[in-house]
């Protein structure tokens, strides 16, 4: 009988956790959402960051998607200076890290459907395993080996109309791992070389690694940034803290059915 009891706990358990997992409240259309994607190219076979590779057709099929169901894309930018005013169903997408991919297979999908999206810009990121900043035994290289963006095509997508360029520090510092100084540095210098090149105000900012405290919020402010995202998974329902932006998570082992549950939800 023991085990007739254990397999009831078993499968009220598993009633809970589906509950907990599909019974959540939807948000309003009205909230606007903050989508974070980082590459848009095919999965590497037995690589550990292919949840940071989307697919282009998936790419696609989403961006598709968000087009017929009548989403308003906006750039970080825009959303901030126009919170409150947007109409329903806007939406910010966003990418970490500054990759090749963002113009080769995402540019165009969003120049199709005419969806504007934010790249935050890591500035010395050619050849460097910032996987490393965060977790040591991350030393494959396997993000180092991934094409990134060079200045003049960081020019062209900030020129396109469609892309504004934000900031992800100077070498996608771990920002805990700094002291105040050295942390202002990476802001600062990031924000400035941005600037230089692209002619154009940088005011965006996106933490890496999602790691921060209120200290780097702090001096975030200071460097001049007036938004910025973090990983933490949601939507800011009510008039949020600019400073510190929750995000939609789009994961590249993410089929359709996923993204719009996330979408409507806010949460996996």
């Known amino acids: 009988m023991s085990w007739i009891i254990l397999l009831i706990l078993l499968l009220i358990a ?3 956790v589906y509950k907990k997992k599909w ?13 974070m994607y980082h590459m848009v190219r095919e999965h590497i076979d037995g690589a550990k960051f292919n949840k940071l590779r989307v697919k282009p057709a998936e790419f696609e099929k989403q961006i598709a998607w968000l087009k017929a ?3 308003h894309f906006v750039t970080m930018q825009e959303l901030q200076d126009h919170w409150g005013k947007h109409p329903a169903k806007t939406v910010a997408i966003t990418f970490d ?6 113009l ?7 120049e199709k459907y005419q969806a504007k999206a934010t790249i935050y810009v890591v500035v010395d990121r050619h050849d460097r395993d910032w996987s490393t900043y965060k977790k040591a035994y991350h030393n494959s290289g396997e993000l180092a080996r991934e094409p990134k963006l060079n200045d003049e095509q960081v020019k062209f997508l900030s020129n396109s109309g469609l892309i504004e360029i934000g900031s992800h520090t100077m070498t996608h510092a771990n920002l805990a791992k700094l002291d105040d ?3 202002l540095d990476e802001l600062i210098k990031s924000k400035q070389s941005l600037e230089n090149l692209i002619h154009q105000p940088v005011n965006s900012f996106a933490y890496p690694f999602g790691i921060y405290a ?10 001049g940034y007036t938004n910025a995202v ?3 998974e949601g939507v800011d329902e009510q008039l949020p803290d600019f400073m510190q932006l929750k995000r939609i998570k789009i994961s590249g082992k993410d089929s359709i059915r996923v993204v719009k549950h996330r979408l409507e939800y806010g949460v996996k």
């Open 181 to 183: 100084a050295e942390c």
């Open 214 to 223: 209120e200290r780097d919020v702090s001096l975030a402010q200071q460097a």
């Open 69 to 71: 169901e009548g989403f």
């Open 104 to 110: 080769e297979n995402a540019f165009p999908v969003l």
């Open 97 to 102: 890290d500054g990759y090749l991919d963002n």
């Open 14 to 16: 598993s009633i809970v």
């Open 230 to 232: 973090t990983t933490q």
């Open 23 to 35: 019974n959540k409240s939807k948000v309003e259309w009205k909230t606007p959402r903050i989508l």
